[in-house]
């Protein structure tokens, strides 16, 4: 652990960016057409290792349907429009239309409408008939409340997702989530966080997770350093969740956590390094809000951008590039790594040569000055 | 300490600001509400840790008394245009109105009339009046002038404020201001700065001060690295300061100097950073000038910025956002980091896990690259 | 080695790109004229260490005539338009002209037209029968297919380039080329590349080429990192492999393989700076495209521009600035770096004080921060 | 010596440049009227430690005396327009006023016109009948054609300037400048460089030199990193002369050669640092060519920038901002380190607790990364 003296009285680890690290090939390469990226947890397999972002911009139960046949996760998010609103499309409209100045202000008040049970209920439904697998995402504020509901509409995994969650909560108010009896009681497996260091993502391997997120979401769209000063950049966090995965394998005496990035994930080039760093899959926001279906049609914005006395976020325009079966797989006809996700994952992997996902994650990384 | 080779000639140590670093979750989180940001110096207590610095943009009487009932301390520029005009607020629009190219210039003769005692008596007389805690700031080179009649008007603290202010200044024309002396003999509890080092900070703290203010200064309207070299980035000099409060605690018994951040503090996560790697409390500058009832009305300068033939300022704009109730405590709708100051202090020490300001200065921080 | 730890499961080394180096000057200056450049790999020799890229921007069959009459080594793509069609210049005026956002998608159709070994040997014809030393590039997937058609037509120097080649390329669905049996079977000296790190480089050594090309081609219109997060700066990359020739030559009892750098290279100081760190020669692109001879005409555009699935590339605009002739040698009425790149070569090398190439890959080297 | 590992094959030193460093103030604060800025070089004492650059926009013969009569040295460019031309105003005039894409081509035209004896005779004549110490500047390549005339019109300083000069120019073609025998045989005093390192700077030192000037020139209007490859922050080149100098004193037995900072320094901020890390004074160019006096009047440039066959520089604009006298001693109503050169670099001083130059060398330096 490379420890720098801030000032007298103060010590500081130096951590990295996805932009600060590059992959670099070795002796062998491959083809990609040998490559294969699928993914399992618990006992859900998966052709590509990519989870939808449960936002609202990115996820509509329509594309978690469509993600689903494509080989993915999509996540619905469960605190969302969807859930508040019988008919979210007029407002999902009105939020892309907004001037630059009163989004934040106007999403403040479109998201303080109440959550319906019925509608998470029906969201749910609608999803789990088409056949894919269902996945759903609660804050931690909320998982007590809605839990029930959620296990009743029938998920088969359930999110647990926030900015900062912990295993261990504490509260003088009220009686704080007790995540350790929670997921020990729940019979669906549980993927929990943003966690972005070693000992908070050990704290909740511990609880019983099937999955952790890293990161704190919302990646391109979020302002949570100028606002609290937080800041843990995601080729370090990755890492050393990784590390705290591979300390609680042998800790519990062989139950392997999946480590899922998620937040700064732009482009295809940001996938192969968050694997490469020690991941085993990755949650999308802004790379898959691009898709033409996606519900943001060309906006983005995260749970941040509309806390109704701290935003930490910005509604952000990503555009609309191309249809979401030609983002993750091709054919591009862009050179920026927004397209063909898939394809560009295969042929790092090929030309670093390796054949699968988890020995990808031992690639060789450099560090390199980002330009521009 | 990390010493690099400059040149064979010259060695210098590496120094950090407050963009290099960042704070990090730990394994615990906590609840917003549950947090106290209070502060304690002398005899004054305060709700939140929040001195509005003593610039002409940032605090008039009405300013200081109106802070003071939110909870901090508003800290009067006795050489300012309140104790040299009658009515400044003529010349206060006239500043704020100038173009660009005329400001500075302008400003050194609006700034070059004298002061006037009775002034400084009757500025400080109306925030008394109030009943908030009484804050007034000279410069070194005004003190021994000045310091009679500001005592006699009556001010809780004494603030003794400079671009750097030493323990023991030299001089062969003039028998300089003694520091220890003058603070030795004083009944007021004296506030000095700036300084940026572990030794000059150590050496201000044996004179006596009950606090020390660490930096230059001006902040975001300064061009002192341009003009003089000199640069002290407030992420090193803030941690070398608590070095330096720390080891006069042990060396005095006892006495606990308090150290404020003043200078760099434009944003909620600077102030954050700036109780990360020592601060007890902040000087804030630009980040309140952006007041709706701040003199400077969106344009923000300090005596730099008028110095009579070497400025080493600029006037520049800020910005009206919002009324300073709001600014401090929020609601936002804005998501920047200029809004909810203490709102966002406190959402950052709850998300990693820390209750009050003192056990905050053990928070883990790390070094990120800036972006943007 | 400097390994850096990126986090707990994963470490990384740092490494340089041109922009972060320099070299300086030493106790000895010399006279440009004294200075010689030239160059010898194989049989051949060259006045000068350039060898202009395989790119259609850059080398036509009479591009390449006109190089070799310079003194350098003009490679012609095998795969590019020369040999796709029996007109290409209408084609490339119609690359040229296309607007920004169809080049990609344009490109892609006019390299599916297939290639014409009859075009192959045609072109070739062309190169030879000017008396130059002739080369032709093929990429590795279509070697095998080819290379027969290329050694009838007569090539002094066969050049196998990819983005990234190494000696063991693994497929489960094709036989793939065996390089080391191929070079071995084949009477023409190849040169082969992008290998960009020790140990691939090394590998490619013991394969019998008689020269290597580090980098992944395409520079300056590269998107290798963004689509596939891979990089390797090219300061790093050439001292690497410099060091495996170092080393192969030993292993070898005294097999000398040519180092050319190829990507990054756009002004004179970078050619400097490759042939400083190792390089015994240079290839490239864009610094060549400039020319007013060139067929790209102030275009540029490598393969992976055009790759029919997962583009990696831009076409940029690198502007027409002067004849062939000029740009190498001069006289130069511009300040960029972009003219007279031989006497900027010879110039550094009289500065700092070397007579010729191979001593001047010993001149030191600094690390100094990047501006603008 | 920090020695990093670029690749396996080549190693290089971290180097900086002002931009990265800045002077810190310790526990004592001075007057700046207690300061001394004096210099002393052979007989001959300044009250300020600045040379006006030979370059054509910065000293005529009549800014040359001005400087003089402020305390300063202006040194004559021997090889510009005053020397080719009776009447250079035209010229002048016709320089400053090219359209930007013209200015190398027609500069190289002008400046091929050749030198006249005569003319470098009265322009010194000139210079000397005010009374004021005359220097005049030879590149290192007219030296031998042209001194005779340059003593014979009588110089006290002879400076020797060129891009890079060593002490062991090595020619095939001619006898080269044997700078050790001509500086002994001379009976004026030579400042001689530009030199960059330790062992440049060591062997200039041997030759007699009475100042060695550090840097390559041109400053802010050269791209030689560009051009050649070649870069010497200054920071470290200054910093490494002064190792020189140190050593050299031993070495010859008490014999102190002057250290003279020339290049990089576009503000007072600037000239602070380049004493801090060793200078005993400044050779200025674009910071003069300020002056409204300055004969490029807001137009700059050096000789690298007409080269006739390799230009490395630029014609920029500096603009006109005040009369000599204001841009060293103020004062000043701008506040970006352009005006009041050397009331700041007192101000500094003071800050920081020295009182004069000498002493100032050891003021304290960190590195602080450099933000726009």
């Known amino acids: 652990m490379s420890d720098v003296e801030i000032g007298r009285a103060k010590r500081g680890r130096r951590v990295y960016a996805f932009d600060d690290i590059a992959v670099v090939p070795s002796r062998r390469t491959r083809d990609p057409e040998d490559v294969s990226v699928s993914w399992t947890i618990d006992a859900f397999q998966f052709d590509i290792p990519v989870l939808a972002a449960p936002m609202d911009s990115v996820v509509s139960p329509s594309v978690a349907i469509q993600i689903g046949k494509l080989g993915g996760l999509g996540v619905l998010n469960l605190e969302g429009l969807w859930t508040r ?26 998201y303080s409408e109440p959550i319906k049970p019925e509608l998470v209920t029906g969201r749910l439904s609608e999803i789990r008939s088409s056949g894919v697998t269902v996945a ?160 943001g049609r060309g906006m983005h914005w995260g749970a941040e951008a509309h806390h109704p006395n701290l935003p930490r976020g910005h509604r952000v325009e990503v555009g609309s590039i191309a249809p979401l079966e030609q983002i993750l797989f091709g054919p591009s006809t862009v050179a920026d790594g927004t397209v063909n996700l898939i394809g560009a994952l295969k042929k790092s992997m090929a030309t670093t040569g390796y054949l699968d996902l988890k020995e990808f994650q031992r690639v060789e990384v450099v560090l390199a000055r980002y330009k521009g």
Chains 1, 2, 3, 4 share one sequence.
């Open 136 to 295: 759903g995402a609660l804050s931690p504020q909320r998982t007590q409340e809605l839990y029930k509901t959620v296990v009743d509409a029938g998920v088969d995994l359930f999110v647990i997702r926030g900015t900062t969650v912990s295993a261990e909560h504490v509260s003088k108010s009220h009686e704080p989530l007790n995540l350790k009896k929670f997921i020990y009681e729940l019979d669906v497996p549980v993927i929990v966080g943003g966690a972005a260091g070693y000992t908070p993502a050990l704290h909740l391997m511990r609880t019983g997770a099937a999955g952790v997120l890293v990161g704190f979401g919302g990646g391109a769209a979020s302002t949570t350093r100028a606002n609290l000063g937080i800041h843990a950049p995601m080729a370090t966090a990755v890492a050393d969740v990784a590390g705290a995965r591979r300390d609680y394998l042998d800790e519990s005496g062989g139950r392997y956590v999946h480590v899922i990035a998620d937040g700064g994930l732009g482009t295809s080039g940001d996938i192969v390094k968050a694997i490469s760093v020690g991941a085993d899959a990755v949650m999308l926001g802004s790379a898959l809000a691009r898709a033409t279906e996606a519900p």
């Open 85 to 110: 609103y019988e008919e979210p499309e007029l407002l999902l409209e009105e939020i892309r239309s907004l001037p630059e100045e009163l989004a934040t202000k106007r999403m403040q008040e479109i």
